[in-house]
Nanobody
């Protein structure tokens, strides 16, 4: 049974930093892509960043240059380092797994949350102004 567990959310002031973690269990291999998504109240779920097990990564334009996604396959853990946080970064952050074995992050990933078969419960990030 695949399980994804996020942690590291919290309350931070604008300009501050947080590091989220996503621990995956239940996979029989490491060839899954992890994506971070976020959802603010009243808004649609938004793609943030994704990484394959070959460490190819992609970011949404809104976080590029401020967020870094990384992955430790030995620990089955994916991280999202978030710097220079803004109030508009607030929301529930979810990690999700796509088990299709991508070597490179596909161009279409941001528009296809349905491509991710497994989702965590989410962790709340609140950035105060």
């Amino acid at each position: 049974q695949v399980q994804l567990v996020e942690s590291g959310g919290g309350l931070v002031q604008s300009g501050g930093s947080l590091k989220l973690s996503c621990v995956a269990s239940g996979f029989t291999h490491d060839a899954y892509m992890i994506g971070w998504w976020r959802q603010a109240p009243g808004k649609e779920r938004e793609a943030v960043a994704a990484i394959t097990d070959k460490n190819d990564a992609d970011y949404s334009d809104s976080v590029k240059g401020r967020f870094i996604i990384s992955r430790d396959n030995n620990k089955r853990t994916t991280y999202l380092q978030m710097d220079s946080l803004k109030p508009e970064d607030s929301g529930v952050y979810y990690c999700a797994a796509d088990a299709d074995g991508w070597v490179s992050v596909p161009k279409s990933w941001k528009s296809k949350p349905s491509g991710f078969e497994y989702w965590g419960q989410g962790t709340q990030v609140t950035v105060s102004s």
